[in-house]
């Protein structure tokens, strides 16, 4: 029989505690707490992921069966679900967001990498949409009888990584999340064509940056010159040419709405 520790303490023993610890006394999370310390909220809601738990109930049950070992794992061995949902309702959240941001930017150094020929780095941008309950969640306002959030998330293509994430009442138009993104000298970002708005895109042209996004199919787009394409990669045409709507060369005026347009089958690339 193994008389190691379990797999989950030795998984959570790579946390450090210490940087945490000082989140904590950044924002008092301890004022006031006898027993369910930050700390155990945290590691309740981890084995709560990775055990797959449906709610806070569920939880608080499979813990409940597993009473005798819940110490080993490094938890508090009595949890009352009033307490763990005291806590995630009252306990200020920027403790946690900020050690998950401290955590990422661990990972992004470790797991570093050149294999891309481009400068500078390199992200993809989407979201995706977290169905709840309206009677419950009546603040997530998405249909009449839905209610939801969107999990806007910034991925870095190098590291494999996801290094922002953004969080919204699921009626809130993807794009609006292009406003909430911090965006890096020399990067490149990557959109679906559902993030379109040229004034949005614009801002991150001046921080000398660069995007690549889908366009949409009424795009009005004036050739200037083709260069020449490399059917072997797929891209049939490839263009650089200029914006001629008005309101979008009037949100987008640099060098008149300049842009590069490359037809790879079977989509349109925009660039910049």
């Not at 891309?116 to 009677?135: L, N, R, V």
């Not at 709507?245 to 590069?260: M, Q, S, T, V």
Request: hydrophobic share 40%; aromatic share 14%.
């Amino acid at each position: 029989m193994n008389q190691g520790k379990y797999v989950f303490a030795q998984i959570t023993e790579f946390l450090p505690q210490r940087v945490f610890d000082n989140y904590v006394s950044k924002y008092s999370g301890n004022k006031y707490v006898r027993h369910f310390s930050c700390w155990n909220q945290l590691l309740t809601m981890i084995f709560g992921q990775l055990t797959n738990t449906d709610s806070l109930r569920d939880l608080v049950l499979t813990l409940e069966v597993h009473n005798i070992k819940v110490i080993h794992l490094g938890l508090v061995k009595s949890i009352k679900l009033s307490n763990l949902s005291k806590a995630n309702e009252k306990l200020n959240s920027k403790i946690f967001e900020e050690f998950a941001y401290y955590l990422i930017d661990l990972a992004r150094k470790k797991q570093v990498n050149n294999d891309f020929e481009i400068q500078g780095k390199i992200y993809a941008f989407d979201s995706t949409t977290i169905d709840f309950c309206i009677s419950v969640f009546w603040w997530a306002k998405f249909r009449t009888t839905k209610g939801g959030v969107k999990m806007h998330t910034l991925f870095e293509i190098n590291t494999q990584v996801p290094v922002f994430i953004h969080i919204t009442p699921a009626i809130v138009h993807d794009v609006n999340a292009l406003d909430s993104i911090p965006y890096e000298n020399i990067s490149n970002y990557i959109f679906e064509r559902g993030y379109i708005d040229f004034e949005r895109l614009y801002k991150i042209d001046a921080q000398t940056a660069y995007f690549v996004i889908r366009t949409k199919n009424n795009l009005k787009f004036s050739r200037i010159y083709s260069r020449k394409s490399n059917k072997e990669n797929g891209i049939l045409i490839d263009q650089i040419g200029k914006l001629v709507n008005f309101y979008a060369l009037k949100d987008y005026p640099r060098n008149k709405g300049e842009l590069n347009i490359t037809t790879k089958k079977p989509t349109k690339l925009l660039y910049f």
